[in-house]
């Protein structure tokens, strides 16, 4: 991943203008490089190369056709042979959310690029090209058509809250870390039940969902399930996250996210949210428990030392530079 997101930082209540697509940094999660990428893992693939969710019980193995870092572009000539790939629960939806394929039936028209108010099929790096009926990645190959696991051709968008504290000893006092000399965060993490990978307890923007909504259903889904606390004292709780979340967020990121889901024709695209206790007033009292799709919820000290899902480890350093913390 690299610098994938810092160019794009801080754009703080701004919608992102549009980027010419050679500078969107190229993807590698959601890609075959065709080289052992990460020896720890494979000492003879990519550790990308298989499709997430796929060689289980249900879903058949399927593989991305390799696309070495140098033909990720579209611009750039490359003799490709992608695989297709659509799940069988996502062609056989009959949801109303869920797209219906308009390469394979003609009557289907979807608006692309824009909100058909349904679903906000406007991308935030700008008018995303359509290429045989259908929206072209911009960020490039990925080794995959169709949709793979997603419900939208082109951007399916997320959104992503990062709830934070100082870590603090018996003494109340901040913690400074040993080596950087740097006070240290803690932000609300999730164990994924999908890839049991750490996250931040993000998801995806409903059906005529607003971002802001979407922020806060999810942390309530994924991190608050208030095991033995009161109906009262859960009310007020909820009323003061209500209030924090609709107040007090800056605005870390929006847009493209390497995420392992993507393929040519639909990638995942997120606003990340920092809400930040620093005076232990609020949200930094909150006891985590893991809900829906998290196995489990707990605070975790923010630094570079752990692997995240997607680009979180990103919108994660984009906090740490804001505060002045440790990463
Ligand atoms: C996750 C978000 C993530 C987004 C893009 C969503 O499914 O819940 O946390 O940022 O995908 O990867």
């Known amino acids: 991943m690299g610098q994938f997101l810092s160019r794009f930082n801080i754009h703080l209540h701004t919608r992102m203008h549009q980027y010419e697509n050679n500078l969107i940094p190229i993807h590698y999660k959601c890609r075959n490089c065709g080289m052992p990428c990460d020896k720890s893992k494979s000492e003879t693939t990519c550790v990308n190369a298989k499709y997430t969710r796929t060689g289980t019980k249900e879903q058949p193995l399927v593989n991305r056709t390799v696309v070495p ?4 572009r579209w611009s750039t000539s490359y003799d490709y042979h992608p695989v297709e790939f659509t799940s069988e629960k996502v062609k056989n939806s009959t949801k109303e959310y869920v797209d219906r394929d308009p390469r394979f039936d003609l009557s289907v028209t979807i608006p692309w690029n824009q909100d058909d108010r349904l679903c906000d099929r406007r991308s935030y790096h700008g008018i995303y090209k359509i290429v045989g009926r259908v929206p072209q990645n911009p960020c490039g190959r990925t080794g995959i058509t169709g949709r793979g696991h997603l419900g939208h051709f082109g951007p399916n968008h997320a959104a992503d809250p990062i709830v934070t504290r100082w870590k603090r000893d018996a003494n109340n006092e901040i913690v400074i870390h040993p080596t950087t000399r740097k006070p240290v965060l803690q932000f609300v993490c999730i164990l994924r039940k999908d890839t049991r990978e750490y996250a931040i307890p993000g998801g995806m923007v409903e059906k005529k969902e607003k971002v802001t909504d979407t922020l806060q259903r999810e942390f309530h889904e994924e991190t608050l399930n208030f095991p033995d606390m009161n109906e009262r004292d859960k009310q007020k709780l909820l009323a003061t996250i209500k ?14 996210v390497d995420d392992p889901r993507n393929t040519d024709n639909s990638w995942m695209e997120t606003t990340a949210y920092n809400f930040h206790d620093g005076s232990n007033e609020h949200l930094a009292l909150i ?31 984009n906090v740490a530079d804001i505060h002045l913390a440790h990463w």
């Open 69 to 72: 870092d140098n033909k990720v």
């Open 243 to 256: 209030d924090v979340f609709e107040n007090g967020g800056i605005r870390i990121y929006c847009g493209y």
């Open 287 to 317: 006891n985590v428990h893991g809900g829906s799709d998290a196995l489990s919820a707990f605070w975790h000290d923010l630094g570079s030392e752990t692997p995240l899902y997607a680009s979180h480890a990103e919108f994660l350093k």
